[in-house]
T-cell receptor
């Protein structure tokens, strides 16, 4: 079946602009995660959605970052007033959401964001 | 808080050489441990995992044993191939009460030369 998909695959924007990144999780997966992979910070957690529960936003680096998940499926990560330090690869992952630490998270190919 | 430390790369090897990538962790509870691999131009893929002490995860000739006493999860492969060139990430995940996120190490780039 289809894996996690993300769009766009690449995004170049100017400093100060807003961007939206999209994630389509694996069908049936109730848990969805956003991570960021950057040269200086490695791979870091941003936000986690589980079913209809309030999201875990503990990893969002500033209030310019927000995410939503509509209908328990597709998620959009929005970065407002982008800064050059936001340049990174943004990764989405999903899992069955059993709340079990053993379960596997499946990652999408990522969106490479470059802020000029 | 939780953290994962893995050896810095790049690690350059010849084909058929033995590979070890060290990984140690700090966790407040009893995490599950993972190795993810990122091949050039591709997304992160789960390579192997272990969910309790003394478990051994294995896949594609790679192995890692969950060592609670040394808080380690070192990755090994006896004979690497050029196709093993990739970036390898060690990660941990704890119970829901501590968050469901994966905590990653910094990644180790491995280059296998023919």
């Amino acid at each position: 079946g289809a894996g996690v998909s993300q769009s766009p695959s690449n995004k170049v924007t100017e400093k100060g602009k807003d961007v939206e990144l999209r994630c389509d999780p694996i069908s049936g997966h109730t848990a969805l995660y956003w991570y960021r992979q950057s040269l200086g910070q490695g791979l870091e957690f941003l936000i986690y959605f589980q079913g209809n529960s309030a999201p875990d936003k503990s990893g969002l680096p500033s209030d310019r970052f927000s995410a939503e998940r509509t209908g328990g499926s597709v998620s959009t990560l929005t970065i407002q007033r982008t800064q050059q330090e936001d340049s990174a690869v943004y990764l989405c992952a999903s899992s069955w959401g059993q709340g079990n630490p053993k379960e596997t998270q499946y990652f999408g190919p990522g969106t490479r964001l470059l802020v000029l | 808080g939780n953290s994962v430390t893995q050896m810095e790369g790049p690690v350059t090897l010849s084909e058929e050489a033995f590979l070890t990538i060290n990984c140690t962790y700090t966790a407040t509870g009893y995490p599950s441990l993972f190795w993810y691999v990122q091949y050039p131009g591709e997304g992160l893929q789960l390579l192997l995992k272990a969910t309790k002490a003394d478990d051994k995860g294995s896949n594609k000739g790679f192995e890692a044993t969950y060592r609670k006493e040394t808080t380690s999860f070192h990755l090994e492969k006896g004979s690497v191939q050029v196709s093993d060139s990739a970036v390898y990430f060690c990660a941990l995940r704890e119970l829901k009460a501590a968050g469901n996120k994966l905590t990653f190490g910094g990644g180790t780039r491995v280059l296998v030369k023919p």
